[in-house]
T-cell receptor, first 115, second 113 residues
Framework: DVKVTQSSRYLVKRTGEKVFLECVQD?????MFWYRQDPGLGLRLIYF???????EKGDIPEGYSVSREKKERFSLILESASTNQTSMYLC??????????????FGPGTRLTVL | DQQVKQNSPSLSVQEGRISILNCDYT??????FLWYKKYPAEGPTFLIS?????DKNEDGRFTVFLNKSAKHLSLHIVPSQPGDSAVYFC????????????FGIGTKLQVIP
């Protein structure tokens, strides 16, 4: 079974703090994604990566950065946390197989609260 | 501008009856569509998908229908079971392009025993 793990289930941080959210997958997937889920807004893509050290902006990258130094690990960084970044953060991964779409496998999520 | 729209935030259905969840999209470049199910405190899990070259895909109790001319898809669950109670996300993608997926806002399904 594919397993995507996230470093914390719940996190509480102060405004202005630098926050690291870690995601690890164990299936040698090329693609990794970071989403946030908010009521009434669904899942919105923040950043994704299709290879080590490669990254692409998603729909809402402002206030975030990412790092992918190893294939299995994708980190989301909030450089200076703000209250509007309080959200559920979901990491996902998937294979690349030619041009055929492959399902994304999600981690359990990190509920981040910024006070 | 939402490219994938789920206009019903919630749906209640009696156990054993059919659940129909609807989804509309605006981007004509989408050619692959998926449904994900999400339980509270868990990540979404893939449920079923359909390519734009088909108009129907079936997997057990779950069937997805695609109407390209109307840019509409629907998920049918028959018969509905209490364990189906979850939030269902419709998603769309274009093949290639690193498989970036656009999700709808979700529909919360409650199946009443």
């Amino acid at each position: 079974d594919v397993k995507v793990t996230q470093s914390s289930r719940y996190l509480v941080k102060r405004t202005g703090e630098k926050v690291f959210l870690e995601c690890v997958q164990d299936m040698d997937h090329e693609n990794m994604f970071w989403y946030r889920q908010d009521p009434g807004l669904g899942l919105r893509l923040i950043y994704f990566s299709y290879d080590v050290k490669m990254k692409e902006k998603g729909d809402i990258p402002e206030g975030y950065s990412v790092s992918r130094e190893k294939k299995e690990r994708f980190s989301l960084i909030l450089e200076s946390a703000s209250t509007n970044q309080t959200s559920m953060y979901l990491c996902a991964s998937s294979f690349i197989e030619g041009v055929t779409y492959n399902e994304q496998f999600f981690g359990p999520g990190t509920r981040l609260t910024v006070l | 501008d939402q490219q994938v729209k789920q206009n019903s935030p919630s749906l209640s259905v009696q156990e054993g009856r059919i659940s129909i969840l609807n989804c509309d999209y605006t981007n004509s470049m989408f050619d692959y569509f998926l449904w994900y199910k999400k339980y509270p405190a868990e990540g979404p899990t893939f449920l079923i998908s359909i390519s734009s070259i088909k108009d129907k895909n079936e997997d057990g109790r779950f069937t997805v229908f695609l109407n390209k001319s109307a840019k509409h898809l629907s998920l049918h669950i028959v018969p509905s079971q209490p364990g189906d109670s979850a939030v269902y996300f419709c998603a769309a993608s274009t093949t290639g392009g690193y498989q970036k997926v656009t999700f709808g806002i979700g529909t919360k399904l409650q199946v009443i025993p």
